[in-house]
DNA sequence: AGAAAAATTTAACAAATGATAAAAAACGAT
DNA sequence: ATCGTTTTTTATCATTTGTTAAATTTTTCT
């Protein structure tokens, strides 16, 4: 998906201000396994995933908890970074090879505080990521875990054969066995 | 906590915008356990609470599902209504008799394309509201629920005194008999 | 293709939580 | 103050999920 259709689909935003912005991206590759976002670190820069997925997650004593998944047109980002320029709470890593647009903190914040139709999407950004970490906590809050399960796979159909067992099981907030147990009972 | 506090904990807004902003809010008053958002409805208005205390919930066929607490400074809002448009999922019931301020989901936003200033106060308070989010479903992934329970308390140590058990139960995503069981294990 | 590594399944038992019901305690309206 | 209502606790049993370990399947690398 490119910069353009991603931007667009956060927020129309007016054609000279869209290319201000857009002409701040550089595009970047990298590969599978690549940790792009470390929870111990002031992450300096924002991702567009152009291609590719990723996964957002917290290390813990006891493991992690995998927080969301990202595919096409999704963002890679820092939040406690992007709002509060602190080290934060999320480590983001890919699970396939990568095409991602990039841009820096720093620049996106100039250009928030110089052009009002940039704020706008800006405001319109955080207000969709707002809507769907919402959505988040409600369905993992909601139901027995197989219903989590089949919730999760109608909505991200293709997920499954993306990414392992484990990273979806940690999502759903069970172990990998016992999702795999659960799996076994729907057949 | 008086509007102006409210808007700056936000975001600090100069002060020619802050006056424009703050000149469009009403104060209101709405007894205890009085609904205030409707989940099928699309609300024109938001609210911040001055003085009380509010719960936001979600209805589904087995019961319901808390969502959050909001106390002195915070929000009541319907996300999917402001930020959609659209009729939305949550419920907010007042839990004591409150003080809030209001204004029009419009008015905010013809302020919000008129006055870069405010349009990026707009931009503060959705990221707030996004790392809120984000925390409490971390929160409530981690651990049991004895665990989410005291860092509950640790987190809101006022609650207890002013909710209900089983509003408490439902946050945490357990059922209120289980939370008495917790209790009585804990002491 | 074949060996090694990783992911998934299966199984058995333990621990946590759900469901239901009844008792006790706290709260509210008159 | 007291009666009636609501909330909380306690108890029992059923269900779900966790833990551990081993077996099986799939993937990866050469």
Not at 44 to 55: L, N, P, Q, T
Request: charged content about 30%; proline content about 2%; glycine content about 4%.
């Amino acid at each position: 998906m490119d910069i353009d259709k991603i931007l667009d689909k956060i927020y129309p935003i007016r054609t000279l201000s869209k290319l201000k912005l857009i002409e701040c991206f550089k595009e970047v590759r990298h590969p599978k396994n690549h940790v792009i976002i470390h929870s111990d670190k002031v992450e300096k820069d924002v991702y567009f995933i152009k291609k590719g997925i990723a996964r957002t997650f917290s290390d813990f004593l006891d493991g992690e908890v995998t927080i969301a998944f990202g595919e096409e047109g999704d963002t890679i980002i820092s939040l406690k970074s992007y709002i509060l320029n602190q080290s934060g709470y999320e480590n983001i890593e890919l699970l396939e090879d990568c095409e991602l647009y990039k841009i820096s903190v720093a620049k996106l914040q100039d250009l928030f505080s110089t052009d009002i139709h940039i704020a706008n999407w800006g405001r319109k950004f955080a207000e969709q990521e707002l809507i769907k970490a919402e959505q988040r906590f409600i369905s993992n809050q909601l139901g027995t875990a197989t219903e989590r399960y089949l919730e999760l796979l109608k909505k991200h159909p293709t997920l499954l054969q993306r990414v392992s067992l484990g990273l979806i099981a940690s999502y759903l907030g069970i172990t990998q066995v016992s999702l795999s147990r659960i799996r076994a009972n729907i057949k």
